[in-house]
């Protein structure tokens, strides 16, 4: 599916560019420059007609293969999270139907979605590092230590993940420090948290496209990065997912795979805009809970399509 979506832009690239030749010869004409021109236009014209009919073709196939894909969800996914609780983390950038879509594939999956976390742009500024680490020193439990070595980032990642997710064999309930610490965090405007019901053993980290190419861009992105690795070491595993742009240079998940130590623990899903991406994306929780990881979609190297077994 995602080689139609790559065809549909290519196509239309092409088109743009023919458009732009069309006029150019159009102006060569008014110019009196012959039949030449004249013969040349009209083949222009012919093979935009032509490529106008294939970027048709290719937007029909995408949106029967996405209709597909969500009409098989629900038994390709039925009783893969029966039992498991998720809670679902929305990135800077990540697209609101995508996150809504999300949480509805858990659902079908048998999971208790236990509520949502957005994380703001605010999060990855160059001053919130102090903050976070002023909010990780007040705040941290029991139970959860903070390394040192670390940056402010990473631990205030590491206190708000451990306070929404159980680790991994827990049978407890939730802390009372989660409304305590959501709400600190949203209170410093680095997180929007609804009402969670409970804590969760399992997280989603929902992403969007590239960060803005600047001088701060690496120091975003490690941020971001961070999170994933705090959601999956506090829990019974992570995944993160998002469309193919977020695979690509200056992408989280690009990123992500790049680091061998993240990449050794949390799963990451790059087609995530279709239907068959967020069913990908659940199977994978699935195995995170069972103490795999992999990485999937169709953007640079990955294990496949979907987990196998």
């Known amino acids: 599916m ?7 832009v290519s196509l239309v690239a092409v088109l743009v560019a023919l458009g732009v030749g069309l006029v150019m010869g159009a102006g060569l ?29 290719a ?21 893969e999270l029966e039992g498991r609780s998720v809670v679902v983390v929305a990135l800077p950038g990540a697209d609101e139907a995508a996150v809504a879509a999300t949480r509805e594939a858990v659902s079908a999956a048998g999971g208790q979605v236990t509520g949502t976390l957005t994380v703001t742009p605010e999060w990855t500024d160059a001053g919130s590092a102090a903050v976070l680490d002023s909010l990780a020193a007040q705040l941290v439990t029991s139970g959860t230590n903070l390394d040192e070595s670390t940056d402010g980032y990473e631990r205030g990642a590491l206190v708000l993940a451990s306070s929404v997710l159980e680790p991994a064999g827990s049978t407890e309930a939730s802390p009372e420090s989660l409304d305590t610490t959501a709400a600190a965090f949203a ?14 053993d399992l997280a989603v ?16 992105l490690a941020a971001l990065t961070s999170l994933a690795g705090a959601f999956d070491a506090a829990g019974s595993g992570a995944v993160l997912a998002g469309p193919p742009a977020a695979a690509r240079p200056l992408g989280v ?18 087609v995530l805009a279709t239907s068959a991406g967020r069913t990908v994306a659940v199977l994978a929780l699935a195995e995170q809970a069972e103490g795999g990881v992999g990485h999937y979609g169709g953007v640079g190297e990955v294990d496949g399509p979907q987990p196998q077994g």
């Open 2 to 8: 995602i080689n139609f979506r790559y065809h549909v």
């Open 29 to 57: 004409l008014s110019s009196g420059t012959g039949s030449a021109a004249a013969v040349e236009v009209v083949d222009l014209q012919a093979e935009a007609a032509l490529l106008r009919e294939k970027v048709a073709d």
């Open 187 to 200: 209170d410093a405007g680095l997180v929007l948290a609804e009402p969670l019901r409970s804590t969760a």
């Open 253 to 270: 998940v690009e990123t992500l795979r790049a680091d061998p130590d993240l990449a050794a623990a949390v799963s990451t899903v790059d």
């Open 205 to 220: 980290l929902v992403t969007g496209g590239p960060v803005t190419d600047d001088s701060e861009a690496g120091r975003r």
């Open 59 to 79: 937007q029909d196939t995408l949106a029967f293969a996405d209709a597909y894909g969500a009409a098989v969800q629900p038994d390709a996914v039925a009783a």
